[in-house]
């Protein structure tokens, strides 16, 4: 059974996330330098294969984010978003490794990038 992601749900939590990280609800954010203040949190980037564009890796409260580098800024930038809700909000992987399409695979990998989008250009109050 196919089960519809959760919108309103995946943009509190790209709220939450903000907040939790002393960034406003509503400017753009630079993925690259916020990552940066995240307690045991490191990220590496990597020229991976053409089509893994990261992965996140958790032990115990230690994890890393390691995003490939052949990429452009702008999807690194994304794939540091996407990967920031495998570190919070999926409890059930160790390893998540994640493909370059964007909007595929499972219900995890399509939560994660409707919370990289909303994360780093949230909605305007206007428009929710």
């Known amino acids: 059974m196919i089960k519809m992601i959760d919108k309103i ?3 509190k939590q790209s709220i939450s ?3 939790k990280l ?3 609800d509503s400017s753009p954010i630079d993925a690259f330098a916020i990552v940066q203040n995240i307690p045991h ?3 590496v980037l990597y020229p991976m294969g053409e089509n893994i564009s990261g992965m996140c890796v ?3 409260k230690e994890a890393v984010i390691a995003i490939n580098s052949s990429m452009s800024i702008g999807r690194q930038n994304f794939s540091i978003a996407h ?3 495998h570190y919070y909000f999926d409890d059930n992987q160790k ?3 994640c493909k370059k399409n964007i909007g595929e695979g499972n219900d995890l990998e399509q939560c994660a990038d409707q919370f990289a989008s909303y994360f780093l250009i949230p909605l ?3 428009i929710s």
């Open 9 to 11: 749900k995946i943009f």
């Open 17 to 19: 996330i903000r907040k």
């Open 22 to 24: 002393g960034e406003s």
């Open 41 to 43: 949190l490191s990220l």
């Open 58 to 60: 958790k032990i115990g």
């Open 83 to 85: 990967e920031l809700y």
């Open 95 to 97: 390893i998540t490794i």
């Open 124 to 126: 305007d109050d206007e």
